[in-house]
């Protein structure tokens, strides 16, 4: 009851959060300024850039979902992380319609990475800030383990990033491969975790 | 209590995503562009083509929350089933904005219908997903049966995104029909199935 | 638990409707064209406008609360009453705009009352599917009673709606005295409800 | 269990404004008007300007989460003074946009400053209201104590607000310092009040 109680407000203001997000990155998809194939096809990078930002946001909250189930403690510096990877969610609308109206360009390209890593970077201290709550031998903790996936990701982020000056596109494919790579969530987390509280 | 925290999460997400995309909705029917008959008059297809796609999102919230009260268990598959559902609740907004910009034109009628088919198409998987995570012979699995309804309107947003290219508002005509047919909530799942959970 | 289970969704919807619906509102103010006093004056009329409909949408909110916290069944009926009113509520960002862009004119102020009335309407309409889910003699239907502001509000709206036509400036009077009436949450249903289950 | 459903409703309606209001104020920062670098330093002051707001934002959630899991009982006045709370909340985005715009001028820097004193002064009559339906001996009556930090920021507004008339830069400097001092959660609801709730 009490874990209840702790976590499940923060979680309805994330997911409250990141419903409106998604929404608001569909909203900015402008309906076509004319009713024919090529007023369609004209908002078509936009579309693509909103699939690939839905599938990140969806990804967040998945794995932040199966995270906040095995947590038992929250303390304060748990609700600043995780307005932390808020802050860097609430930034991907602005992020995603600048790379739609410029889907060749160097800068919104590189902006985008820095968004993503700066979430992935949120993320990872959530993550630390969790287990630091719930202690080195909690459920979470042993759970999390070397947080492979987690690594590879802000690497992949600082690489597309990178790449994004000299070819834009390609970074659009790297930071499609993390969503990718992501889109299975945790098996370390998936199995419920409070059947087995104080297991080994 | 396992379940209730399990399927909580799902619905406020889920929740969350219908109730910003019905106010975006509503807020994408831009205020009059005068105060005479004629500048309401001018609004009038938008308000129209709002109350369906209201109808539409109101229909999928009932019959997600009552068939996720009849869910017992909840996987990893099931969650992307969900957010796959979203996606294309999310898309609602852009094709009513855009048919109530072009009522009588031919593409945005058949965009509108790929997008109810796709919600369609979504819902269907995500109750395939459901049974499969609760067991041929669960509650949810015996209470859907064999999902007349849920067949109809793949059928019907088929059948009226092809007349969409020939008659445009012949389609609306089949998509709000779609819409009075899900209007009673599915008798199948409404009595309160946690009352009898081993019920034959 | 039942209870709880049961109401929570449809409570959890329903703010998270009229949560983004004054969110809208007050984005829908436009940030003044300038750094002067005169542009801050220019907005005035749309702050007004905003705190009345801020004002109405927390006593829908308000007496929402109270209503469903004393409520013990809902069925089938109750949800789509509930999405009624959701509908109505929905329009008020669109019909607050026109208003706080014409504030003078008669259609505009009248059309604010004809989506007041349908308020009022679908909330009667929501009270009376309650009661007749919970049975005449529940604890919501003799709190309920002869629910003497419903039926004032309806007048007022009526009224209001009438008299727009005339001096749009007098109908705001009413609209607002309608919403200073109901500032008071009902008395009726205040004292927690559940304390006292079967008391007569 | 009465209080989970007395407070959790509120705490409901309350995440909901103050997600939507996060994400407006991330959308309102307009997506940069070309793909330049000094395209995207022209948004530079609606950037810095939205990481004051998100964070003041933020402080009002965790201080918000806090005082009310110290609450045990509401009534009515709560009710009412928490949406007071969040109405004037809901203009951050409108003062955050004026600023962003219009960061060196004297007018929207003062407006900034009255809406972060309403916030305050909103802020300490719920503190009161709170105490008041929970009684002076009430854990959360002695676990805010004097509310130093509450009397600060009504301070630090107030004269912020005036200076903004003769240095508006300034003024931003004394906000954000108020947002500084907030950072850290009261320490005197943090250690769960729950666990001790007889506690002398």
Known sequence: MQRESETNRLEAFSDGVMAVVITIMAFNVKSPAGATLTDLHRVAPELLVYVLSFAMIGIYWNNHHHLLRATERLDGAVMWANLHLLFWLSLMPLVTAWIGRY??????????????????????????????????????????????????????????????????????????????????????????????????
């Open 103 to 200: 889907p060749v360009h160097a800068l919104p390209a590189a902006c985008y990475g820095v968004v993503g890593l700066g979430c992935a970077i949120a993320y990872w201290v959530l993550v630390r800030r969790i287990i630091s709550a719930n202690g080195e031998n909690s459920v979470v903790a042993r759970a999390i383990g070397k947080d492979f996936k987690g690594n590879i990701s802000l690497v992949c982020y600082l690489v597309g990033t990178g790449i994004a000056f000299v070819a834009p596109l390609a970074s659009y494919g790297i930071y499609a491969s993390v969503a990718v790579m992501w889109f299975v969530p945790d098996r370390r987390l998936a199995p419920s975790p409070e059947a087995e509280p104080g297991a080994g």
